[in-house]
């Protein structure tokens, strides 16, 4: 127990000591209290101190700030700790590192620490979705997320391809129909083949494997609970936070109940029929393209602005061509209420929604998805057992630059970071450089900036560096040169469709060199050319250098080698052929 006041230096010090040590503590803010310079003058009275910060340990008090550092420094206040039984020593742990999710993050950290003959658990545990859906280990990415949605993706490319050939000299029927089991089936079944490749690689680095939750119950001790109930006792010198996120729910009457989120659609055992999706998210906007891509009535509910933190003239413009593609939008709508009219596989569902100006519409949808956002898994692991701060509104979890929590042997990665960015690759590379950093000597650092994404619409989107806004909010205007110019892919000359919707901008640094501090694209294959532009932009390409580049001949990616048009002119981007 520590007696402390908030405005007290030492008592600053002393816990953050204590929690440097792992230590579990209670504090007691004497400037926080009705009656706390009362109680400060029987605590002087009993311990013949007069100053704050007053410890305890066991019931026994070990002194003020002095005496403090003082048992820190000859060892006693380490052996006392011990005997109080708060925590484990460093010769009984039971782990190195424990690592708590077994999403693409964590088991990256696990494998790359156990290269260094460390001791390594991986802690991970699918609690189902209202629906009763779970899958296997691999986190989000492999089960409901990047690798059945592109899979879905194609899916839907594949039909526009059919669509297409005829053009191209091909005989097909003019109603071509798909079977929505099959294609859920085979890429179940593929995701199925992921998870147990995941499996065996950690037997084979020697990794221990454990599918239970975790939760915090003491320094360096976590707790494992399997899906009977089942609990195991588990320690370790360091921790690794790498639960990832889960979609969110609206709290209206009926949304848990009737709705699925990404974590169900993707293993889905029927069709989902008329659909609503709910969300302007990347998410929201991918489930509701290649859902429009096999032939569904799809409708957008939105609430605000298309891709929020995306380029918003690229937000937009993905959301006409789907917009011009068959989906449509329900925009300043939010639901209020969902109600079962049918059962059935897929049954239906009514559905009541207010605009921003108070108006109210009720539609008939066979589905509804949520696709309005994700929470981070932290609310529910003891995190505030063991003095891990997060961010009480997001559930977020603050970190140095080192991954590192306040907590100095608790470490995070993924989409749990606050201010991150939520991508599978950033969190593998930040978990591999971690455990190089822990366990091998390495100093290299994960850098969060000029990160690689693309965004698997209808037409795709890829980006890499600075969006429009925010490189005019961060340089002012006078200072950033946009060039631009649409082009028309040459696959798509033949079917003589979508011409002048495909774009591509780069955002330069007028005063560094034109140096380019935004990559975008709109058009086929956009995540394979916006690759190749990162690793370019990450060693500091400049338009210059651009316009140097020899181009490929006939692909889409050579028009960022002869980009000349600026915003600034006005100048016509219209393209008439390839």
Same mark, same amino acid.
């Given at each position: 127990m520590v007696f402390s006041k908030t405005t007290c230096s030492h008592c600053t010090e002393v816990k953050n000591l204590f929690t440097s040590m792992g230590m579990l503590y209670f504090t007691l803010e004497l400037d926080q209290l009705e009656n706390g310079d009362q109680l400060q003058e029987v605590l002087s009275e009993l311990t013949m101190g007069t100053t704050v910060p007053i410890?305890?340990?066991?019931?026994?008090?070990?002194?003020?700030?002095? %005496?403090?550092?003082?048992?820190?420094?000859?060892?006693?206040?380490?052996?006392?700790?011990?005997?109080?039984?708060?925590?484990?020593?460093?010769?009984?742990?039971?782990?190195d590192l424990i690592v708590i999710g077994g999403g693409s993050g964590g088991l990256a950290a696990a494998k790359e620490a156990a290269k260094y003959?460390?001791?390594?658990?991986?802690?991970?545990?699918?609690?189902?979705?209202?629906?009763?859906?779970?899958?296997?280990?691999?986190?989000?990415?492999?089960?409901?997320?990047c690798i059945p949605k592109k899979l879905m993706h194609q899916t839907a490319l594949l039909g526009q391809a059919l669509q297409d050939s005829r053009k191209y000299g091909w005989k097909v029927d003019e109603r071509v129909n798909h079977d929505w089991e099959v294609m859920t089936e085979e890429v179940q079944n593929y995701i199925g083949s992921l998870n147990w490749n995941y499996r065996?690689?950690?037997?084979?680095?020697?990794?221990?494997?454990?599918?239970g939750f975790g939760v915090f119950v003491g320094p360096h001790r976590i707790k494992s609970t399997n899906k009977i109930g089942k609990e195991k006792f588990f320690t370790a010198e360091r921790f690794l936070i790498a639960t990832g996120e889960r979609p969110r729910y609206l709290g209206i009457p009926g949304d848990k109940e009737y709705c699925i989120t990404s974590d169900d659609l993707f293993s889905l055992p029927h069709c989902p029929g008329k659909t609503l999706v709910v969300g302007a998210s990347y998410v929201a906007l991918e489930c509701a393209g290649f859902l429009a891509g096999?032939?569904?009535?799809?409708?957008?509910?939105?609430r605000s602005i298309l891709l929020r933190n995306f380029d918003q003239q690229?937000?937009?413009?993905?959301?006409?061509?789907?917009?011009?593609?068959?989906?449509?939008?329900?925009? +300043?709508?939010?639901?209020?209420?969902?109600?079962?009219?049918?059962?059935?596989?897929p049954g239906k569902l009514k559905v009541t929604a207010e605009s921003s100006d108070g108006c109210q519409i009720t539609e008939e949808y066979n589905t509804v998805l949520l696709a309005i956002g994700r929470d981070p898994c932290t609310r529910k692991i003891g995190l505030d057992t063991v003095g891990v701060k997060i961010n009480e509104k997001t559930g977020k979890i603050p970190v140095n630059d080192e991954e590192q929590t306040n907590v100095p042997y608790i470490y995070a990665i993924g989409d749990v970071l606050e201010g991150k960015l939520e991508l599978t690759p950033v969190a593998i +590379?930040?978990?591999?450089?971690?455990?190089?950093?822990?366990?091998?000597?390495?100093?290299?650092?994960?850098?969060?900036d000029t990160v690689p994404t693309t965004v698997f619409t209808p037409l795709e989107y890829g980006a890499c560096g600075l969006s429009e806004e925010k490189a005019l909010l961060k340089y002012g205007e006078? %200072?950033?040169?946009?060039?631009? %110019?649409?082009?028309?892919?040459?696959?798509?000359?033949?079917?003589?469709?979508? %011409?002048?919707?495909?774009?591509a901008k780069i955002i330069c640094h007028i005063k560094d060199n034109e140096r380019v501090l935004g990559f975008h694209v709109l058009g086929p294959n956009a995540g394979e050319m916006t690759q190749g532009f990162a690793?370019?932009?990450?060693?500091?390409?400049?338009?210059? +250098?651009?316009?140097?580049?020899?181009g490929i001949h006939p692909v889409c990616a050579e028009v960022f080698t002869s980009l000349s048009v600026t915003k600034r002119s006005g100048g016509n981007i219209l393209q008439a052929g390839c």
């Open positions: 410890v305890f340990v066991k019931q026994k008090q070990i002194g003020d700030y002095d %005496n403090i550092l003082k048992a820190k420094t000859n060892g006693k206040l380490e052996k006392l700790l011990e005997i109080s039984g708060d925590a484990p020593t460093p010769d009984t742990y039971d782990f003959d460390k001791k390594v658990l991986v802690l991970d545990y699918v609690t189902p979705t209202p629906l009763g859906t779970r899958w296997g280990l691999g986190g989000t990415c492999v089960n409901v997320g065996v690689a950690l037997l084979e680095n020697r990794v221990k494997y454990e599918n096999l032939g569904l009535d799809v409708t957008v509910m939105v690229m937000a937009n413009r993905i959301g006409e061509y789907m917009e011009e593609h068959g989906v449509k939008f329900l925009k +300043q709508f939010v639901p209020t209420k969902i109600e079962q009219i049918e059962q059935g596989a +590379q930040a978990g591999r450089l971690l455990a190089r950093r822990l366990y091998a000597g390495s100093t290299i650092k994960c850098d969060y006078e %200072n950033i040169e946009v060039y631009h %110019n649409y082009f028309w892919p040459l696959e798509w000359t033949v079917p003589a469709r979508d %011409n002048n919707r495909c774009y690793a370019a932009m990450k060693c500091g390409i400049t338009k210059e +250098q651009l316009d140097s580049t020899i």
